[in-house]
């Protein structure tokens, strides 16, 4: 019989560690990441068995609706890392660095350690491969568990001219391929693709001694990532066509909210068994008070 959510919230999960996803290369366990942007969806992830609770700077729109992650803060992510540790206290938390928050060697150190000191988050991520492989081996020299995003990388988008697939021809393959290689070589523990083709994604990773996940990027990686408030139904702007719906929650709320809204427009909504009582001496007394009260 399967478990209700109340009992899978009474068993303590055990928080897996940088050397269980270091090894699941090896062991061939696909490890299950997940963006989160508040406490509550990182108590859902706990309680569903998430490897990984990531805090995507996708909070940027999820959460705080603006169009893309760009304007992202430090203070902003640190808030949500904060609630996310607070919701998954037994589960990995990765800390993704927003927008020009690791810019240089100081500065990326700077925000890592809030991430870690601050957050509490068990590890950090930036985006980028061969151009940011200072950066990402500073960081591990520093003693922060560090990992990076190739592939499409938000921060770089308009690079891009938008959000388009990468590593569609052999050259711009290969490009990923060093970047990986690169990534691997600065100590990093994971590296994620986003929008890459799913065979490009798995030649790669299959040179690679680290795990790789994948976002768009097919089932051979050793994981794979989704947004939480994407495969759940719950953000609807749009949908990418790597975001699987497991559910549909926004159709959920919104019928329940219009149930509500209908029964407080008719009148039957608080009823008997949503209202305080009060003893009928105390009533009657407070009704003989106010009708004096109105004589003087």
């Given at each position: 019989m399967?478990?209700?959510?109340?009992?899978?919230?009474?068993?303590?999960?055990?928080?897996?560690?940088?050397?269980?996803?270091?090894?699941?290369?090896?062991?061939?366990?696909?490890?299950?990441?997940?963006?989160?942007p508040d406490y509550t969806s990182a108590q859902w992830a706990e309680m569903a068995g998430v490897d990984v609770a990531v805090v995507g700077d996708s909070?940027?729109?999820?959460?705080?609706?603006?169009?893309?992650?760009?304007?992202?803060?430090?203070?902003?992510?640190?808030?949500?890392?904060?609630?996310?540790?607070?919701?998954?206290?037994?589960?990995f938390v990765l800390g993704c660095m927003p927008y020009q928050s690791y810019n240089s060697v100081d500065r990326a150190l700077v925000n890592a350690t809030r991430f870690m000191q601050d957050a509490g988050s068990d590890a950090v991520k930036p985006q980028g491969g061969k151009s940011q492989a200072h950066i990402l081996k500073a960081l591990v020299d520093a003693g922060i568990p560090t990992a990076s995003h190739i592939g499409l990388t938000p921060h770089t988008v308009a690079m891009f001219g938008g959000f388009k697939i990468q590593g569609t021809t052999a050259e711009a393959a290969m490009k990923i391929l060093e970047d990986a290689f690169?990534?691997?070589?600065a100590g990093c523990f994971m590296l994620e693709f986003e929008a890459v083709p799913g065979r490009i994604a798995q030649l790669i990773s299959e040179q690679l001694d680290i795990p790789t996940i994948g976002i768009g990027a097919g089932v051979g990686t050793d994981g794979q990532i989704l947004l939480c408030h994407d495969l759940l139904g719950v953000f609807t702007d749009f949908k990418p066509k790597f975001t699987k719906r497991f559910a549909s929650l926004?159709?959920?709320?919104?019928?329940?909210?219009?149930?509500?809204?209908k029964q407080v427009k008719e009148g039957t909504f608080p009823d008997d068994d949503h209202t305080y009582t009060v003893q009928e001496a105390e009533f009657d007394k407070f009704a003989r008070l106010l009708e004096n009260r109105k004589q003087i």
């Amino acid at each position: 019989m399967a478990k209700d959510p109340g009992t899978a919230a009474a068993t303590k999960p055990k928080k897996r560690t940088i050397t269980e996803i270091r090894q699941s290369k090896k062991t061939g366990e696909k490890m299950v990441y997940m963006s989160v942007p508040d406490y509550t969806s990182a108590q859902w992830a706990e309680m569903a068995g998430v490897d990984v609770a990531v805090v995507g700077d996708s909070l940027a729109m999820i959460a705080h609706g603006h169009p893309n992650t760009i304007p992202a803060t430090m203070d902003m992510m640190v808030m949500h890392a904060q609630a996310i540790r607070r919701g998954a206290p037994n589960t990995f938390v990765l800390g993704c660095m927003p927008y020009q928050s690791y810019n240089s060697v100081d500065r990326a150190l700077v925000n890592a350690t809030r991430f870690m000191q601050d957050a509490g988050s068990d590890a950090v991520k930036p985006q980028g491969g061969k151009s940011q492989a200072h950066i990402l081996k500073a960081l591990v020299d520093a003693g922060i568990p560090t990992a990076s995003h190739i592939g499409l990388t938000p921060h770089t988008v308009a690079m891009f001219g938008g959000f388009k697939i990468q590593g569609t021809t052999a050259e711009a393959a290969m490009k990923i391929l060093e970047d990986a290689f690169a990534i691997e070589d600065a100590g990093c523990f994971m590296l994620e693709f986003e929008a890459v083709p799913g065979r490009i994604a798995q030649l790669i990773s299959e040179q690679l001694d680290i795990p790789t996940i994948g976002i768009g990027a097919g089932v051979g990686t050793d994981g794979q990532i989704l947004l939480c408030h994407d495969l759940l139904g719950v953000f609807t702007d749009f949908k990418p066509k790597f975001t699987k719906r497991f559910a549909s929650l926004t159709d959920v709320a919104v019928t329940g909210i219009r149930d509500y809204v209908k029964q407080v427009k008719e009148g039957t909504f608080p009823d008997d068994d949503h209202t305080y009582t009060v003893q009928e001496a105390e009533f009657d007394k407070f009704a003989r008070l106010l009708e004096n009260r109105k004589q003087i």
